[in-house]
């Protein structure tokens, strides 16, 4: 068990840059999180799937992000036209279904120029 | 929609000590789980210790316990004897029983002085 992973680590952009960010999740773990982390907050949620359904999205992932889990493995975050407000620490967590403890990767940070 | 409160956005704590950190939430639900991570700096968010709201018996995980008050929705970690690697931002967060999405704190930062 290698843990959630995500990269890139960092990803420095030019505002209107697309930009795409993946994670892995534990090998047995059939739901996926991603957050969004600000300087001095909490994370907030972003949107989650199970297995390759994606189940709910929060009002604040915008017509601009768009994600994926095509076979029910790893996930892409994809932020399209990035703005300045969307710098931040993007997050992936994992888990079993039954059993409601989210494993964290060390997260994206985003910096948007 | 449901909130979380962490309002010391500091604490700090002589090594060995004991600390509380606080944490109140608000919901209209009564099936739900509770939880502390740690995020040290730099590195990624773990899980200190979780509790769910139908346990009257409060969650233990060695040297951290929770105090869980559900009638006054109130979720304070104790640590006990405080160690350097303590120190770390500390969130205590919120998930419905069958919607495992996680609602967050602000946030407590953790200062362990030698």
């Known amino acids: 068990d290698t843990g959630v992973s995500q990269d890139p680590r960092h990803k420095i952009t030019k505002r209107g840059q697309n930009v795409t960010f993946r994670c892995d999740p534990i090998s047995e773990h059939n739901r996926l999180y991603w957050y969004r982390q600000t300087l001095g907050q909490g994370p907030e949620f972003l949107t989650y799937f199970q297995n390759e359904a994606q189940l709910e999205k929060s009002r604040l992932l915008s017509d601009r992000f768009s994600a994926e889990r095509p076979k029910g493995s790893f996930s892409t975050l994809e932020i399209q036209r990035t703005e300045q407000g969307d710098s931040a620490m993007y997050l992936c967590a994992s888990s079993r279904q039954e059993y409601n403890e989210q494993f964290f990767g060390p997260g994206t940070r985003l910096t948007v120029l | 929609a449901q909130t979380v409160t962490q309002s010391q956005p500091e604490m700090s704590v002589q090594e060995a000590e004991t600390v509380t950190l606080s944490c109140t939430y608000d919901t209209s639900e009564s099936d739900y789980y509770l939880f502390w991570y740690k995020q040290p700096p730099s590195r990624q968010m773990i899980l200190v210790i979780r509790?769910?709201?139908?346990?009257?018996q409060n969650a233990t995980e060695n040297r951290f316990s929770v105090n869980f008050q559900k009638a006054a929705k109130s979720f304070s970690l104790k640590i006990s004897d405080s160690q350097l690697g303590d120190a770390a931002m500390y969130f205590c967060?919120?998930?419905?029983?069958?919607?495992?999405?996680?609602?967050f704190g602000t946030g407590t930062r953790l200062t362990i002085i030698p």
């Open positions: 509790q769910e709201a139908y346990k009257q």
């Open positions: 967060a919120f998930a419905n029983f069958g919607n495992e999405k996680l609602t």
